[in-house]
């Protein structure tokens, strides 16, 4: 079994802490002490213990021995200091060595292999574990950082403050001791108006101190907590993973001076506000039960596995703010007319708009209300929903930088390379500003398009439009837009009042090229279609422009030449949706069965090209086999477009000669149909207990061509 080991960043900063940890605590061996006579840990000795990081060949019993020892030599560390404490009084430099001897021991739990360790004890997966254990050490040492920066800059005002206190005192002799000058407050103690001076220093570092001890943290709490709430160990490592911070959150089940399993006091800070009043601290079973058990099992009525993923899969979520957040998301969709029920259709996309920021929903939602849309609200909320407008969300909805790196890890384009290696860079750097101006850029772009679409283009519901292709709104006005619509009026001839009812038919067309849509219409062209012909095609069938012209409509061409058509322009322009069908899954098929059938096929497509637009099994056999088995009537000699181009009613009275208005041909489709579920369901069965090892697999065109080819010649021999 190999050991996960923590990265070559944090074995370089762990080590130079410790040094600096074990200098002070030399030089102070018999005068340094603690605040109080709360317990402290000793820092690791270089002498007579190793660093917590082991090498891969090393084996678990040997590490496993290293902690005992270590955990001896804290607790007999502890107990000289702690005589010590009684006898000595405070100072600045104990207080200071305190409390870096603490936060070191502090990190320790949250080492990468520690916490992997735990985490595969809870059922995780080796990697899963690992990558956990990576993202919660980088975010530990991250919190560090950022306290050790407030420490200085703290530290760099108190002396800028004590400094500016002892020049006013000498350019105001005449004040008496405890007056105000210049805005900073001078006393006995030079004590200033930020809490500064000789005491003043001393007060803020215990402070500090006695205010860290507000919210406590144990890691071994915290996986407890999560397992005994339902969650799984991979759960809690992909948890970890994208959300680090809930490794520190604190449980109800711990009180002042309480140690874990590892002897470590778990009454240390997770560094946030010292200021932070015990009343506001949030813990993590006050967020399992707003989130996982309020929002998303009693509000969205979430099934505990499909609840799980979410947690899994939504980064945030089990945070304060996270849990704050999913609930105002669900509450405006309410709003909006979108029930639990279907904004639970798609679970996939769920955690992504769980993680929007309602204020960017609510933002968005106004504008679309307003006058540059102007659609309507009981409209807006269906769209949200939807994972088609997930992209227009991500532009005016951004993600975090980090929620984004798990997006795209859960599924949806990720490489594995954006993060194999966890920086905490991505902890500590905020480019808020730069977001904001292109959001507003957006909303400029965006409103400029509907502009152009409402008063130049003509579309009056251009939310129906939106709905039904919603990053309409994110096309460039001069570069995609604009260039579509003089395509169409000015080189296919098509009326400029026909444009939006082509758009409004087929929104798609605003997205493709026009060096695409130039392709097709010069193929067009070279089949044979005339030119005048071409704009009312296209007005008619604006799909056609999408289709690709070497995949679909040359394989097409080829076909049609193969079953005899001699006039390819002609037949394209009595059926122009022939181009997009696909030779394999319905032309040929219905070809086959129609050769069997009849004594001149090539004649009967020739004079009716619309026999490739009806359904095979739907329209075709039906009606041919009820005229063989029920009425016994020569088909071979029935023109196609006779049995074709009525409905049902009227075939039934027409070509097979039913006198019942066709009640009789309905109920033969009724039984036909059954026959066929029956026979379906009966394949499944079969399917499902056949071995696994035993089943033919083939690929999807094989298996449908089979099938239609069975078809049709237990079709063809039934007719003969």
């Given amino acids: 079994m190999t050991i996960p080991y923590v990265s070559t960043e944090y074995n370089n900063n762990y080590s130079s802490q410790t040094i600096q940890a074990e200098t002070s605590t030399s030089k102070s061996t018999t005068t340094a002490t603690a605040s109080n ?24 019993q040997q590490i496993q021995q290293q902690e005992e020892q270590q955990q001896q030599q804290q607790k007999s560390f502890t107990t000289s200091t702690t005589k010590t404490a009684a006898t000595t009084p405070p100072t600045s430099s104990t207080t200071s060595i305190s409390s870096s001897s603490s936060t070191t021991s502090w990190l320790l739990q949250f080492n990468s292999h520690v916490v992997s360790t735990k985490l595969t004890a809870a059922g995780a997966t ?28 703290r530290e760099r005002d108190q002396k800028w403050a004590k400094r500016m206190s002892s020049v006013s005192i000498a350019r105001s002799s005449n004040c008496e001791d405890g007056d105000v000058v210049g805005g900073v407050g001078v006393g006995t103690n030079g004590g200033g108006a930020n ?53 520190m959150m604190t449980t109800r089940d711990v009180s002042d001076g309480d140690t874990n399993d590892d002897g470590i006091d778990v009454s240390l800070s997770t560094m946030d506000d010292p200021n932070m009043e015990s009343s506001d601290l949030v813990t993590l079973n006050d967020t399992l039960e707003r989130a996982y058990f309020g929002l998303l099992s009693d509000t969205l009525k979430l099934r505990k596995y499909d609840a799980r993923k979410v947690l899994r899969t939504c980064p945030g979520l089990l945070t304060k703010r996270g849990a704050k957040t999913a609930e105002e998301v669900v509450t405006i969709l309410s709003c909006l007319s979108v029930s639990p029920t279907s904004l639970c259709r798609d679970k996939a996309a769920l955690p992504v708009l769980l993680s929007r920021s309602p204020a960017a929903l609510f933002r968005f939602v106004a504008f679309l209300s307003g006058s540059n849309v102007r659609m309507q609200l009981e409209n807006i909320g269906p769209l949200l929903r939807r994972s088609e407008c997930a992209s227009l969300l991500d532009v005016v909805a951004p993600l975090s930088p980090q929620l984004n790196m798990m997006n795209m890890m859960n599924g949806n384009g990720y490489n594995g390379s954006l993060l194999d290696e966890f920086s905490i860079e991505r902890y500590l750097v905020s480019d808020n500003v730069r977001v904001e101006k292109d959001i507003q850029k957006t909303y400029t772009q965006m409103a400029q398009t509907a502009s152009f679409l409402r008063q130049e283009v003509g579309i009056l519901d251009l939310g129906k439009l939106l709905a039904a292709f919603p990053t309409v709104l994110m096309m460039d006005v001069k570069s995609q837009v604009q260039p579509m619509t003089e395509f169409l009026v000015s080189v296919l001839d098509i009326d ?26 010069d193929y067009l062209k070279s089949l044979g279609v005339e030119e005048d012909v071409v704009g009312s095609i296209i007005r008619a069938f604006p799909a056609l422009l999408t289709v690709d012209v070497e995949t679909r409509m040359v394989k097409v061409v080829e076909f049609l030449e193969s079953v005899g058509v001699t006039n390819i322009g002609r ?27 009849c004594y001149n096929a090539k004649f009967e497509i020739s004079r009716f090209p619309a026999y490739f637009s009806y359904p095979l099994e739907r329209v075709i056999m039906n009606r041919y086999e009820y005229m063989v088995e029920v009425k016994g009537l020569p088909v071979h000699i029935l023109p196609v477009d006779e049995v074709l181009r009525y409905g049902d009613k009227d075939f039934a009275m027409r070509v097979a000669l039913d006198t019942d208005e066709g009640v009789e041909y309905l109920a033969y489709l009724s039984d036909r149909n059954k026959r066929k579920n029956r026979k379906q369901s009966s394949k499944k069965k079969k399917k499902r207990y056949t071995p696994r090892n035993q089943r033919t697999r083939s690929t999807t065109s094989d298996a449908r061509s089979s099938k239609s080819q069975e078809t049709i010649e237990m079709g063809a021999e039934r007719l003969r």
């Fill in 37 to 60: 006579t709360d317990t402290t840990s000793q820092p690791y000795s270089a002498s007579t213990s190793t660093p917590y990081v082991s090498k891969q060949s090393q084996s678990l």
């Fill in 126 to 153: 080796l990697e899963a574990a690992s990558k956990a254990g990576d993202a919660v050490q980088t975010y530990a040492l991250a919190k560090n950082t950022r306290q050790q920066i407030r420490k200085f800059l």
């Fill in 195 to 247: 809490g500064t001076g000789a005491n003043g220093e001393e007060e803020c570092l215990v402070s500090d101190v006695i205010g860290r001890k507000t919210n406590k943290v144990d890691f071994n709490q915290v996986v407890t907590t999560m397992v005994d709430s339902g969650l799984t160990g991979n759960d809690i490592a992909a948890i970890l993973t994208h959300t680090p911070s809930v490794s």
């Fill in 496 to 521: 400029a009042e026909d444009i939006p009812k082509i758009y409004e038919s087929f929104p798609l067309l605003l997205g493709t090229p026009v060096d695409e849509v130039e392709g097709v219409v």
């Fill in 571 to 597: 037949f394209i322009t009595r059926l122009p949706p022939v181009l997009g069908y696909s030779v394999e899954d319905e032309l040929k098929p219905k070809w086959n069965y129609l050769d069997k059938l």
